[in-house]
């Protein structure tokens, strides 16, 4: 039965730990409350693949504007379930395979995933992997069908999986009547006030006390707060940019302003 | 003669029984009148190819909303009929196959069929077999063409055929010219009243019967009866996810009414 | 010589009988008069392939709505023709081919008959053997090359050929340059009148003369008469599934009122 | 030099002698002036050829209707000039070819051809040799790279090459900037006036003197004198069609008038 | 060094002088200013590239309408450069190719120039090259890139290249972003008065003086001299043409009308 | 530890210092003052990989106007970095690759870079590798998705790169949200005024300085000054070409005036 079945497999096999680790490098940095409601939010569908056995597949869509902290935040929920098998679809690991060998290379993982009683699959950079371009526009329609297809095909009796895909490009997805297949979405925001820029600063140590207030009121005077709208990526490499320069307060107070 | 032939063939071969139960996972629950008609319709149809020699070929195409319950009925449909070959034809076994290995394989199930007297092909989902994307809008039309002579080509002599397609793209196969190859079809709804959600929560046991009463008069007050058109399948999941929550009346409430 | 030559070739050969046979499965019904002149125009360009050492090459299209009878009266005229080289070129035996294959059999078929002191070829449903779709529109331009200019090749010295097509899209054909490419056309019609319908009724014995006269005039009462346009081929369905039905009548009336 | 090398190679070399017999099977009759006035121009361009050393290359492209004469006119040319290479590049050598195949085949017919000192090549029906279609459009822009560089490609020192290309598509051969690569071109008009129609039913004797006349007269009465067109290979399938019929007169006058 | 290096290659290396003569096979005929000046032009190039360290590869494109003389002045200044490599890239030879087989073989041109010290390549009809057709419009993209970089990229050390390249289709070319990728341009016109055209024929002794005054005089009374613009080739042509007609004056002067 | 891993390296290891020179061949002359400041912000890009632990990865795109210098100072740049890995992606080493060998030759130079604690790639004119052009526009899609994966996929652990690319299509990187996957970007404008023409003019030594005092005042007073937007590349390219005529001034007066 499924609890048996959950003790053969040793709890280590299928996790993509190294990978998934890497995606959250600069940590998961409370700026806002919506972070932990995120999380929080994951665990629920994490518990309900652990427990309901009339929804054996669960699959959840992180969608939100470049550099938002999407990647970050599923490749966490996907490490905190905890689950025999995590693994994680990135088109990082495919650059220069064809339509087939893609494919059958996210195929394998769901296959694969079938010989855990548990999985998760995090997918990531969706409309990278179809190979989306806006003009034409273009994009791989075989990877597109095989994700449509995989979303929904249940896991064999007594297997149970949950996953998690990102994109930047949610509109486009919904074109491709793929939305529809998720089962339910999330959406990660860019960081839009300075108090979550205050936070930022403060955990990365670029200014003394002092300088942060300064940098602050600086923003807060040339009215960014009510245009802000900066991607915690983003934010990372221009605190990593003003650091290198000679007056730090000036380069990160012009570098933001540029982008408002 | 038929009725010889019809004994040769083992009453088991090439019925893909495992497949077609995993399609009425949860059962057909009878939320509404249309349910128990369906059924019945399918019988007629099943009798018409066991009794008429004139029409050795019938075909019908289930059509409705994504998550309406169209493959289960089929299934149901098919498994009834006790033939001695039922098929399912699906877009998830064939994940990454190529158009020519595809039309090679539904071909096959036909070719199959003939050593048969009697036989029921369930083709599902066919928009994605065709790999369909409103986006340009693209389709494999090598499939589409195969389908289109499949379902016109009559068995050899003293064969009969079932054909049950399903799809939730109707007006597209209309535009594509596929459903005047069918002989019939059925529509197949979402659950578009209170009675119907009530009936099918009483089955999942999700409430106590006075938390039932209460969600659905809740429902009821804010209108929900008037704009409601959920597929079963998500009903189901929606009852699923409630099912984790701390409040789960309130769950469910607020998801079905996102919904409407 | 020719008469010589024509002795040569045993009358048996190369001649598609099962086939042909099993399109007209369900009989030619004189339901209407422009039936038998179908039927005798037919005799007309067999006897000028016979006959006029002037025009070897004849080409003849059989177009009308789906359904109508078109196949059946081409194969019917293919056989009565006697030649000893009869062939039906079908999209049925070519699923899953692609264009390189589809074009080799066909061009075969043709190479074929010169073998023969007179012959005809029936090619069957053109568009499908085109896999012409409406959307984009799509087909295959090697396919039409192929035929367009098989359709005008005349064939060696002391050899005939009679060439038989059928359509449902003519004025696809028109646009192609196809239709240039035949010496004549007839039109296969719909069933239009009440009296078509009698006398299929009466072939059919679907009804005992009481339920048929009443039937009819329950049609003609709802003035069915005026919008009737019904192929054959779908007559005959309807009037299988009535048999299946308790009340056949009902059935049979609400059917063709539903087509109307 | 030029007239030694002319003795070297035996006359009937290279010549696609059968194949362009076959094009003007029923004869060239000169039912109108144009006829002869082509022939004689024709004449020229094989002179100049023969005798200027300036211009080695010259091409000539015969364009018009439908049937209207355009590849028997060409085969008689070149048979006419009596070179010790013709040949006949033709659409119906090619079915099934693919693209390289068919430009491979076409390159060899030019590079045999500068083994003779004088040489004539036949391109017939260029339009299908590009597998043109209107609908898209669509073509071989491979072919047509081919036969555009192959159309100015001058033969090596001491050969000399004339080019005889017909076509029904002269609009779109110019749309492909394929008219400017030929030095000069023939219009192949249709038969408009029944002078023309008497001088090929004479030839033709499908009626005595009588019956000629009075079908004539039926035809000036009603008026198809302004608005016939007809191409010759037409009218002779028509003739041969009234052949076969009880009344030849009726049917040779319905058939012309419905073509007016 | 660089003179050193001169010595080394046989001066005869990799020079295609059989094809550049057969493009100048009608000789250079001085028929306007321009012609010398065009040629002076090539000059300044050739010693730009001969001295002028700082620019080892200087590129020109010769461009004009049809048959206006580019291919033979660009021949006539490569082989006036006597540098060791001049080679000739034509669509002429390459016929039938595929794209990578063209591009292998236009790679392969610059490849082996970097051998000499200096050369020149001419890169014949652009627009053929780039299988270049106005429906679509339809071209080789690999080939034109390929073209692209081959233009811009720098010969190694102490080797120097001038391109020639020519074209009538200059505003294709433009489109593709490929005149930028010239350093230079030259404009080859058509003859445009008749002055003009008295220098040809006097050159190809058509007429005797007499009646090429009497044809200059017919052609200035009726205007030709404001309409006139016919490319040097196709006047050779017409000549030629005219040389076989019973009246040459007649010919040729209604040609020449027909073509203003 | 990364220090140490510095050492094991040998500093010349996967230097392309020879395609790196050539690409600035003609040295970087200061003709402006934001020459100065393009490479001092360089140098800041170049410190921030070498010590933020925070940033292992950080893409610069050099864009501007063609010629205006971009690829000499994104070399420069990366060869002052003196990282162990300098690296050249070029369209010009690639010619005739098709896509999937261009991808594994640019994948390869990535995963090379990654056995270097600290490394530079410089990937020249981006349009050109995706093998742009404006009629269609065409692309290669895979060849953009294999960039806009490796621009954004972080080097292993202790691992560094500096990806600096260039391109004259700016906005056409931007509509394929190209743009977005770079952390910054530099302008390279082209020379706007007649200062910077005379620094390169004095550089060059194609006049004295009488000579070219009278050149810039003729430039002057024909307004020039107002309209000027010439490349360095091109500018070079005139003063070569001018340097070859007997009146250098007029040449070089009247070329820079034809560009303006
Ligand atoms: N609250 C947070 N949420 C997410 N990421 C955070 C947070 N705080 C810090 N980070 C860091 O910010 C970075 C977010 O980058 P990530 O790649 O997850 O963004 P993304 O939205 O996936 O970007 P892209 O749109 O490019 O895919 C990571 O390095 C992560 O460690
Ligand atoms: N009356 C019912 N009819 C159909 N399915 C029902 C019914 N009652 C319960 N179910 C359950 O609901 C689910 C219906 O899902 P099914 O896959 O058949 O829907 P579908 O319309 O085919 O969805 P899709 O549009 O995604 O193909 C099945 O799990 C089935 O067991
Ligand atoms: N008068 C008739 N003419 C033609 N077919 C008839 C007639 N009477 C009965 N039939 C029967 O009707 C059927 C006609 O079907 P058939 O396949 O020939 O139609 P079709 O026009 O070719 O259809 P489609 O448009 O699908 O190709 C056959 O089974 C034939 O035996
Ligand atoms: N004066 C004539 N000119 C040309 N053909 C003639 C003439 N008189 C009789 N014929 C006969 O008419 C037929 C003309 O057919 P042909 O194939 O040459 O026409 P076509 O214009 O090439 O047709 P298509 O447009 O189909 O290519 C031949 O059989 C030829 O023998
Ligand atoms: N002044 C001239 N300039 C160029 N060609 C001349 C001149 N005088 C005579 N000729 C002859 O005219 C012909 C010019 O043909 P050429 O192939 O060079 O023209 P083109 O412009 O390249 O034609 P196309 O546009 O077809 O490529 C050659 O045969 C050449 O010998
Ligand atoms: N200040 C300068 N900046 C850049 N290049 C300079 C400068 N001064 C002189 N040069 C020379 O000018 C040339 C610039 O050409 P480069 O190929 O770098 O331009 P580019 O902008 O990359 O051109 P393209 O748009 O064609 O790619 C080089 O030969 C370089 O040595
Ligand atoms: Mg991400
Ligand atoms: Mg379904
Ligand atoms: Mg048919
Ligand atoms: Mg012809
Ligand atoms: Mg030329
Ligand atoms: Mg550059």
């Known amino acids: 039965d499924f609890m048996a079945a959950l003790q053969e497999v040793p709890p280590a096999f299928g996790v ?3 990978e ?5 490098q ?3 940095i409370p700026f806002a409350p919506h972070i932990e409601q995120i999380l929080a939010d994951g665990k629920l569908y994490v518990d309900q693949v652990r427990q309901s056995s009339r929804t054996p597949l669960v699959s959840v869509l992180l969608h939100g504007p470049a550099g938002s902290g999407k990647t970050a935040l599923a490749a966490t929920m996907a490490m905190e379930s905890e689950f025999p098998f995590i693994k994680l679809i990135s088109p990082e690991t495919m650059v220069g395979l064809n339509e087939t060998a893609k494919i059958a290379e996210i195929n394998k993982v769901f296959n694969d995933s079938y010989k855990s009683p548990m999985s998760v699959i995090v ?3 969706i409309e990278r992997l179809l190979d989306w371009v806006p003009i034409g526009p273009r994009f791989s329609n075989a990877v597109l069908q095989a994700l449509l297809v995989l979303l929904k095909r249940k896991p064999p009796k007594d297997r149970r999986l949950l996953i998690l895909g990102t994109t930047t490009e949610r509109s486009i997805l919904e074109q491709m009547n793929m939305t529809d297949s998720f089962d339910s979405d999330i959406y990660v925001p860019t960081i839009t006030n300075l108090e979550g820029v205050d936070i930022v600063l403060q955990q990365l140590e670029l200014f003394t006390n ?3 207030e300064r940098t602050l009121s600086i923003l807060a005077d040339s009215g960014a707060d009510k245009r802000l709208a900066i991607g915690i990526k983003k934010l990372l490499m221009v ?3 003003a650091r290198q320069d000679a007056d730090k307060i000036e380069k990160f107070v012009n570098t933001i302003l540029a982008l408002t």
Chains 1, 2, 3, 4, 5, 6 share one sequence.
């Open 16 to 18: 993509s730990e190294t």
């Open 20 to 24: 998934l680790k890497q995606c959250v």
């Open 26 to 28: 600069n940590q998961v």
């Open 123 to 125: 997918i990531d950079s």
């Open 210 to 212: 002092q300088e942060r």
């Open 239 to 241: 605190i990593e940019m």
